[in-house]
């Protein structure tokens, strides 16, 4: 069973495009993190959330921790060819963090 | 600082070769991972040190897989006798103890056993 499930697996849109993916899971988190990957590179963070309901904004990304902890969204507004990724939620075990299987954006020019 | 480094960024080898793997940190990150990558997955955790000292393997790692960091520094991941199901994206990446904010990834190392 994946701890943690995102979708879509996968996503393409056209340039100008508004879109969302999620990060689920049954347990409650005390904290989770976003990742873009770009292929042939290794993940880079994105942004960290730890307060149920919080939302972080960085510039057209905007992410949000659910109430209970145990979900989080990631909107892209206006998406842009260089949004194009894997977008991975991840969040801390012991010792570790423990990644989503991520979803792949491809945005069209 | 040029970040975390790893090396090779590719390697072919032949099904049953040995292939060693080296991550440089950055310099003051005492905490240590190797992850797994394989394609349309997200990283799976493979070993953690902290220093010098493997603190926790995945059963992901298996005998012939093989971690060390000897002097708190750099790294090596060894595969002895190679199987193609090998094949993967190796990550490596550092973090400070009290960094509880997220890791700084290498780029990787590509390995294609054929």
């Known amino acids: 069973t994946q701890l943690l499930e995102q979708s879509p697996q996968f996503l393409s849109i056209q340039e100008g495009e508004n879109l969302t993916v999620y990060c689920n899971s049954s347990?409650?988190?005390?904290?989770l993190q976003w990742y873009r990957q770009e292929p042939g590179e290794g993940p880079v963070l994105l942004v960290t959330v730890v307060t149920g309901g919080e939302v972080k904004k960085l510039k057209r990304l905007t992410f949000q921790f659910g109430d209970a902890r145990k979900d989080s969204s990631l909107h892209i507004t206006a998406a842009q060819p260089g949004d194009t990724g894997l977008y991975l939620c991840?969040?801390?075990?012991?010792?570790?963090?423990?990644f989503g299987t991520g979803t792949r954006l491809k945005v069209l020019a | 600082d040029t970040g975390v480094s790893q090396n090779p960024r590719h390697k072919i080898t032949k099904r049953g070769q040995n292939v060693t793997f080296r991550c440089d940190p950055i310099?003051?990150?005492?905490?240590l991972y190797w992850y797994r990558q394989t394609l349309g997955q997200g990283p799976e955790f493979l070993t953690y040190?902290?220093?010098?000292?493997?603190?926790?393997k995945s059963r992901l790692l298996s005998d012939r897989f093989s971690a060390e960091r000897p002097k708190g520094s750099f790294s090596t991941l060894e595969i002895q006798r190679t199987e193609q199901g090998d094949s993967a994206m190796y990550l490596c990446?550092?973090?400070?103890?009290?960094?509880?904010?997220?890791?700084?990834f290498g780029s990787g190392t590509r390995l294609t056993v054929v």
């Open positions: 310099s003051e990150h005492n905490r």
């Open positions: 040190f902290q220093n010098e000292a493997q603190l926790e």
């Open positions: 990446a550092s973090s400070l103890e009290t960094d509880d904010y997220g890791y700084t």
């Open positions: 347990s409650v988190f005390s904290s």
């Open positions: 991840a969040i801390r075990g012991t010792y570790k963090y423990i």
